[in-house]
C-alpha cells in the first residue's frame, strides 16, 4: 500500500507544481486519510520540497479501522502539547526554504489561516483548492473492495432486522439497533446517523429518529450505512408494517422503484451528473411530484458519506468508471409518509456488465 500512498501524493505534488508551488498543507482529516494512509486526530500532512511528513500533536496510536501511516512518511510530533500541526507545518516549509504553500483554505478557520501566514516570513500562501476531493472521486480496486465489503455488512444488518417483530417499538430503539448490528457484523461503526421512519415520518431524507411506535400499516424507510476501513456507503429501503400495502403505497412505491432503476441505468462512463439526475428526477416530476423531490438524486461515497459527484439539475462534469455513487430518489407526502429507496453502486462501462450493485438488499415492496 505504500506505492499507493506515493502515487497519490506524487500526483497531487504535479499540480502543485503546475499550479507554481512546490508545497503543499492538507489538513482536511479524509484528504489526510487518503494521502498518509491514517489521519490521526489533530494530524496534517505536509507536502515539502525535501521529504513529506506527517505532523501530529501527539504520538499516534493505532486503532482498528483508523489505518496506520505511510512508513515512507516522516513522522514529526509537536514537542509541546497545545500546539497547532498546521502551524508547525508552515514553519517546517519555511525551513526547507519554500517560496509558497498551497493550503485547504476551505477547511481552514479565518484564523488558522492568519497564523500560517504569520509563522514563516516570506512564505505565501496559494489555495490549493479541492485538488484532493477531485482525486479522491475515481476509486482504485482495494477502494471498491471496502465499499463492497461495507455494503455486505449494512445488507445483514438490515436483513437481520427485517426478521425481528417490528411494531410496537420505536424509531430510535431500531435505529440503535441497527447501529448494534453494523458493529457486531464488523462495521467500524455507522457511516452516518441512522434514520428510521414510521408513518408519515416515512420517506423523509434525513428523518432523525423519534419516539413515534411502528404501527399496523405503516410505511416503514430505513436508510443506514457501514464504515469499514474509513470507507462509508449507503442503502435505504421502504416497507409496509402488517398488512397488504394500500393501493395508493403501491402505486407511489412503483413509481420511486421506476425512478430509482431509471437512474441505476444512466450511471455509464460519459454520462454527465445533471442527467443521471434528470433520468431519475423525470419520472416523479412527470407523476406530479416535483415540489416533493429532494434536490439532489445521489452523490459520490468514499471516505466520507457525501463526496463528489452530486447528481442534481445543475451539476457540471460526467462520470468516470470507478466512481461509486448512490442513486436515492424518494417523495414525501406530509402527513402521509413517502417512499426512499437508496442503492450505492460503482460506474462501470457496459463491456465489464455495466454499474456494479453492491447494496443488494431486495427492492420488493415486503410486507412485514
Known amino acids: 500500500m505504500s506505492e499507493v500512498y506515493a502515487t497519490r501524493r506524487s500526483r497531487l505534488r504535479d499540480r502543485c507544481n503546475a499550479a507554481g508551488t512546490a508545497a503543499a498543507l492538507i489538513s482536511r482529516p479524509a484528504n489526510v486519510r487518503y494521502l498518509a494512509g491514517a489521519a490521526p486526530q489533530g494530524a496534517v500532512l505536509l507536502l515539502g520540497r525535501r521529504e513529506d511528513q506527517l505532523v501530529c500533536p501527539v504520538p499516534p496510536e493505532e486503532r482498528p479501522g483508523e489505518g496506520r501511516p505511510d512508513e515512507a512518511l516522516a513522522l514529526h510530533v509537536l514537542p509541546t502539547a497545545g500546539g497547532d500541526p498546521a502551524v508547525a507545518a508552515a514553519g517546517l516549509a519555511g525551513g526547507e526554504g519554500t517560496d509558497a504553500l498551497a493550503v485547504e483554505e476551505h477547511h481552514l478557520t479565518v484564523a488558522r489561516y492568519r497564523a500560517l501566514g504569520s509563522v514563516a516570513p516570506g512564505l505565501r500562501l496559494a489555495d490549493l483548492g479541492t485538488a ?179 447528481l442534481a439539475p445543475s451539476a457540471m462534469g460526467k462520470l468516470d468508471a470507478c466512481v461509486p455513487v448512490t442513486v436515492e430518489p424518494g417523495v414525501h407526502l406530509p402527513g402521509r409518509g413517502g417512499v426512499r429507496i437508496d442503492d450505492t453502486l460503482v460506474v462501470r462501462p457496459e463491456a465489464d456488465g455495466g454499474p456494479e450493485l453492491l447494496t443488494i438488499t431486495t427492492k420488493e415492496l415486503l410486507a412485514l
Open 132 to 310: 484532493v476531493e477531485q482525486l479522491r472521486v475515481v476509486k482504485d480496486e482495494e477502494e471498491i473492495s471496502c465499499l463492497r465489503i461495507g455494503a455486505e455488512i449494512a445488507d445483514q444488518a438490515l436483513g437481520e432486522l427485517l426478521e425481528s417483530i417490528l411494531v410496537g417499538r420505536t424509531e430510535r430503539h431500531l435505529a440503535l439497533e441497527l447501529e448494534r448490528r453494523l458493529v457486531d457484523h464488523g462495521a467500524e461503526g455507522p457511516a452516518f446517523p441512522t434514520s428510521v421512519a414510521t408513518g408519515p415520518n416515512s420517506g423523509r431524507c434525513g428523518h432523525r429518529p423519534t419516539d413515534r411506535r411502528v404501527e399496523e400499516g405503516d410505511f416503514l424507510s430505513v436508510c443506514l450505512g457501514a464504515t469499514y476501513r474509513g470507507y462509508r456507503c449507503e442503502i435505504g429501503r421502504t416497507f409496509v408494517i402488517g398488512t397488504s400495502p394500500a393501493d395508493w403505497q403501491v402505486e407511489l412505491y412503483d413509481l420511486v422503484f421506476a425512478a430509482q432503476r431509471a437512474g441505476r441505468e444512466a450511471l455509464v462512463p460519459g454520462a454527465a451528473y445533471r442527467d443521471v439526475d434528470h433520468a431519475a428526477r423525470q419520472v416523479l416530476d412527470s407523476a406530479g411530484y416535483a415540489d416533493a423531490l429532494p434536490p439532489v438524486t445521489g452523490h459520490g461515497v468514499g471516505l466520507e458519506i457525501d463526496e463528489d459527484p452530486q
